[in-house]
């Protein structure tokens, strides 16, 4: 079975930092492009970054303002989310999902919840 | 950034009838937009790919038409499973790019 797997939210003081982690399984993980997107509480989706299936590119929505790191190891299956300076605005279910070259997310993972506060 | 808008914010139906889902972009995105159904504590679950490509184990009843900056999500015979948050979401070649806001689908 395919599946994508967070780990590491938790609750953090505003001006913290926390990594997150994305574990795939059932599927070639250097085949697909990885991605984050966060749902804060009762709202919709925001991308947050991208990063290439092979190489250390990656893209970043404007509005994380730099705050935020994606990186990814292929001989782990995973991919990762370090988060710095982080604001309550950042309170959020955070979400891993794959996609291909030239095509959008196909597979989600559950996501984990970030909360931010003091 | 790309600013994705959809429209209506809200729409209410019966089911058994249309529904009728509106994204536009800020600037042309080629056939480059995804849509999406979200269901309260699920995970988004891709639609249509392509404008008007519909993903793997995608009723025929979801079809989806448009290109450059004015795009449609038609839901036909609506079922009680689709009533639902449906996002556009536009993508380029390795990265995804902003969300709609979204429109919500509820029962009339």
């Known amino acids: 079975e395919e599946q994508l797997v967070e780990s590491g939210g938790a609750l953090v003081k505003p001006g913290g930092s926390l990594r997150l982690s994305c574990v795939g399984s059932g599927f070639i993980f250097s085949d697909y492009n990885m991605n984050w997107v966060r749902q804060a509480p009762g709202k919709g989706l925001e991308w947050i970054s991208s990063i290439r299936r092979t190489t250390p590119h990656t893209y970043y929505a404007d509005s994380m303002g730099g705050r935020f790191t994606t990186s990814r190891d292929n001989a782990q299956n995973s991919v990762y989310l370090q988060m710095s300076s982080l604001r309550p605005e950042d309170t959020a279910v955070y979400y891993c999902?794959?996609?291909?070259?030239?095509?959008?997310?196909?597979?989600w993972g559950q996501g984990t919840l970030v909360t931010v506060s003091s | 950034d790309i600013v994705m808008t959809q429209s209506p914010v809200t729409l209410s139906v019966s089911p058994g009838e249309r529904a009728t889902l509106s994204c536009r972009a800020s600037e042309s995105v080629s056939s480059n937009l995804a849509w999406y159904q979200q269901k309260p504590g699920q995970a988004p679950r891709l639609l249509m790919s392509?404008?008007?490509n519909r993903a793997t184990g995608i009723p025929d009843r979801f079809s989806g038409t448009g290109s450059g900056t004015d795009f449609t999500l038609t839901i036909s015979n609506l079922q009680s499973e689709d009533f639902a948050v449906y996002y556009c979401q536009h993508y380029n070649n390795w990265s995804l790019g902003t969300f709609g806001p979204g429109t919500k689908m509820e029962i009339k």
């Open positions: 392509g404008a008007s």
């Open positions: 999902a794959r996609s291909q070259d030239f095509m959008p997310i196909d597979s």
